[in-house]
């Protein structure tokens, strides 16, 4: 685990928002130095703090306008059932996350699809076929709000 000062923890909410940042722009903000705002964030890098960046699509207006969350229980259970499911669910292109998790489900998943009938399609071509699947729960998102995180 790293320590985090108030400059690091204000470093990466700037960074959560806009990943773009340069260390330029947020040692300015900061009231830092360009060379100390690259330090700070090569320290945060290398002490794994950052894990990647990522691109924030506008999924609507991509024509993505329906986002159901699917809980998957396996019909079957095992180690073997498991490292199938995750390969074959991995080949959906429309399944945005998998996420093993521990409670009503195995699995829960985020699937995007153009409309409601686009959705069902692929939870009957694709989802439902998937090996060891068992019983399926359907949650549509009707609205997100993106929340900053613990820092």
Request: charged share 25%; net charge positive.
């Given at each position: 685990m790293i320590a985090l000062d108030d400059l690091d923890r204000q470093m990466l909410r700037m960074l959560a928002k806009d990943a773009t940042l340069s260390a330029g722009a947020l040692g300015r903000s900061l009231g830092l130095s360009q060379p100390a705002a690259w330090r700070r964030l090569k320290r945060l890098r290398d002490a794994g703090a950052i894990a990647r960046h990522r691109l924030d699509m506008d999924l609507p207006a991509l024509g993505f306008g329906v986002?159901?969350?699917?809980?998957?229980?396996?019909?079957?259970?095992?180690?073997?059932?498991?490292?199938?499911?995750?390969?074959?669910?991995?080949?959906?292109?429309?399944?945005?996350?998998?996420?093993?998790?521990?409670?009503?489900?195995?699995?829960?998943?985020?699937?995007?699809?153009?409309?409601?009938?686009?959705?069902?399609?692929?939870?009957?071509?694709?989802?439902?076929?998937?090996?060891?699947?068992?019983?399926?729960?359907?949650?549509?998102?009707?609205?997100?709000?993106?929340?900053?995180?613990?820092?």
């Open positions: 986002t159901v969350f699917l809980g998957i229980t396996l019909a079957t259970k095992g180690r073997v059932s498991l490292a199938d499911f995750e390969r074959a669910v991995a080949a959906i292109p429309e399944v945005q996350t998998v996420q093993h998790v521990l409670g009503l489900y195995e699995y829960r998943l985020r699937v995007v699809a153009r409309d409601l009938s686009d959705f069902e399609r692929v939870l009957r071509r694709r989802i439902m076929t998937l090996p060891g699947v068992g019983a399926v729960d359907a949650n549509v998102l009707l609205s997100e709000e993106r929340l900053p995180g613990p820092l």
